[in-house]
């Protein structure tokens, strides 16, 4: 069973930078796909990043391009989400999610193909 646990959430002005960590366990095979959710209150979850294990490919949603980078500690199967110049509109709980196998990374994943869900951490950004 996948485990995952999520660190680094916070309180921020807007233009300021969190790091986001998450901590992985469990992955029966060495190709797996790590991705970053978002869920802002009255608003469905929404994928904001991916990074697919070993390959390294990653997918950003548009908001976030140049701002966010997703990165990957293989050895400690850790996954980082760097986020930068973040705005008011970036304030919600993000979730870790997990899949025993790679993503494509040319579209948004729906939610429904992650198997495994961390228990979310809250990001706050104020004017």
């Known amino acids: 069973e996948v485990q995952l646990v999520e660190s680094g959430g916070g309180s921020v002005q807007a233009g300021g930078s969190l790091n986001l960590s998450c901590a992985a366990s469990?992955?029966?095979?060495?190709?797996?796909?790590v991705a970053w959710f978002r869920q802002a209150p009255g608003k469905e979850r929404e994928a904001v990043a991916l990074?697919?294990?070993?390959?390294?490919?990653?997918y950003y949603t548009d908001s976030v391009k140049g701002r966010f980078t997703i990165s990957q500690d293989s050895a400690k199967e850790t996954v980082y989400l760097r986020m930068n110049m973040l705005q008011p509109e970036d304030t919600a709980i993000y979730y870790c999610?997990?899949?025993?196998?790679?993503?494509?990374?040319?579209?948004?994943?729906?939610?429904?193909?992650?198997?495994?869900w961390g228990q979310g951490t809250q990001v706050a950004v104020s004017s």
């Open positions: 999610a997990a899949r025993v196998s790679y993503c494509a990374t040319i579209y948004k994943p729906p939610a429904t193909i992650f198997s495994s």
């Open positions: 469990g992955f029966p095979y060495s190709e797996y796909c």
């Open positions: 990074i697919n294990s070993g390959r390294s490919t990653t």
